[in-house]
């Protein structure tokens, strides 16, 4: 079997214990426990809903509760955090067993963690760290990525980190070094375009160029989160990814780009502080899913076309 075609995301789980519902051509939001009773109190809220792994490891209590009553009605995807994925040291073995112990608990329709690392011997950072895209790191993270996939048995999204600082002795792009990944190990993708955007910003490049040459046809899911802007040392523009407000207009325009050349792709709005009420986090994914649904009927009227 090629690496390609190795993980399926639809399964693994032979016979489902619970419901299956269909994530393509979805936008859906963080959940957050507040909204619970406002998003079962809405018959028109669809969507999915995306949940940090590392917020569920423990074994039950009002977390579980209030996660598996929305599982029951929508599909949910599962974001890990501090895997350190781009870590020098082996991965957390007990880290990695509950991490399977979720997956296996809810069936989530996507699973994904970050090209980052957050450890240091049995240190673990409340950031995600960068790191050097070089042929020894590439070595290093395919492995990191074969153990999660053989562990969980599940095809993995890795997504594009915001970065602040680069390393020197890079010897390929962010985006060859993503690719090589996925020829490794035949994982996901998962591009998150206002990192792209605050990358882009903070490290003078441009993020035309970089999702140009982004292997799109990998990608699983996309998120999309508002940034803060501050001053570096010298004055310049320095972007935060805070997930702290809506959408940035350019992150739009970005995202509409990017539809337009894959189609509808699940998509995700990030928004993890300075939470809103339910009713304005679900104007932000309706937003997205009016431009998913806009590209569904393109791609629809396109099909028909090619093969009248």
């Given at each position: 079997?090629s690496t390609?075609?190795?993980y399926?995301?639809?399964?693994?789980?032979?016979s489902?214990?619970?419901?299956?519902?269909?994530?393509?051509g979805?936008?859906?939001?963080?959940?957050?426990h507040q909204h619970?009773?406002?998003?079962?109190?809405?018959d028109?809220?669809?969507?999915?809903?995306?949940?940090?792994?590392?917020?569920?490891m423990?074994?039950?209590?009002?977390?579980?509760?209030?996660?598996?009553?929305?599982?029951?009605?929508?599909p949910?995807?599962?974001?890990g955090?501090c895997m350190?994925?781009?870590?020098?040291?082996a991965?957390?073995?007990?880290?990695l067993?509950?991490?399977?112990?979720?997956?296996?608990?809810?069936?989530?329709?996507?699973?994904?963690?970050?090209?980052?690392w957050?450890?240091?011997e049995?240190?673990?950072?409340?950031?995600?760290?960068?790191?050097?895209?070089?042929?020894?790191?590439?070595?290093?993270?395919a492995?990191?990525i074969?153990?999660?996939?053989e562990?969980?048995?599940?095809r993995?999204l890795?997504?594009?980190?915001?970065?602040?600082?680069?390393?020197?002795?890079?010897t390929?792009?962010?985006?060859?070094?993503?690719?090589?990944?996925?020829k490794r190990?035949?994982?996901?993708?998962?591009?998150?375009?206002?990192?792209?955007?605050?990358?882009?910003?903070?490290?003078?490049?441009?993020?035309?160029?970089?999702?140009?040459?982004f292997?799109v046809?990998h990608?699983?899911?996309?998120?999309?989160?508002?940034?803060?802007?501050q001053?570096?040392?010298?004055?310049?523009?320095?972007?935060?990814?805070?997930?702290?407000?809506?959408?940035?207009?350019a992150?739009?325009?970005?995202?509409?780009l990017?539809?337009?050349?894959t189609?509808?792709i699940?998509?995700?709005i990030?928004?993890d502080?300075?939470?809103?009420?339910?009713?304005?986090?679900?104007?932000e994914?309706?937003?997205?899913?009016v431009?998913l649904d806009?590209?569904?009927?393109?791609?629809?009227?396109?099909t028909?076309?090619?093969?009248?």
């Open positions: 079997m390609s075609t190795r399926d995301d639809r399964l693994a789980v032979v489902p214990r619970l419901p299956e519902h269909e994530i393509a979805l936008a859906g939001t963080s959940f957050k619970l009773q406002a998003i079962l109190g809405d028109a809220s669809g969507g999915f809903f995306e949940v940090h792994a590392e917020n569920y423990g074994a039950g209590g009002p977390p579980h509760a209030a996660l598996a009553r929305i599982r029951e009605d929508f949910v995807s599962l974001h955090v350190s994925i781009g870590g020098p040291q991965l957390d073995k007990t880290h067993a509950r991490f399977k112990a979720l997956v296996d608990r809810y069936e989530p329709a996507l699973v994904s963690e970050h090209l980052a957050s450890t240091h049995t240190t673990y950072y409340n950031d995600l760290l960068p790191l050097p895209y070089t042929e020894a790191t590439v070595v290093r993270v492995e990191h074969d153990e999660v996939q562990t969980i048995g599940r993995l890795i997504e594009n980190p915001s970065t602040y600082v680069t390393f020197t002795q890079s390929m792009s962010e985006t060859a070094f993503m690719r090589e990944l996925v190990t035949g994982c996901g993708l998962l591009l998150d375009i206002n990192n792209v955007f605050v990358s882009a910003t903070n490290q003078g490049y441009s993020a035309l160029a970089y999702l140009s040459d292997p046809e990608v699983g899911e996309i998120h999309l989160a508002g940034h803060a802007e001053e570096d040392d010298e004055g310049e523009l320095l972007l935060i990814d805070s997930h702290d407000g809506p959408v940035a207009d992150v739009w325009k970005l995202y509409e990017v539809i337009g050349r189609g509808p699940p998509t995700l990030e928004w502080s300075a939470i809103p009420d339910w009713p304005v986090l679900k104007r994914a309706m937003a997205a899913q431009i806009r590209h569904a009927r393109t791609t629809t009227r396109e028909i076309r090619a093969s009248a």
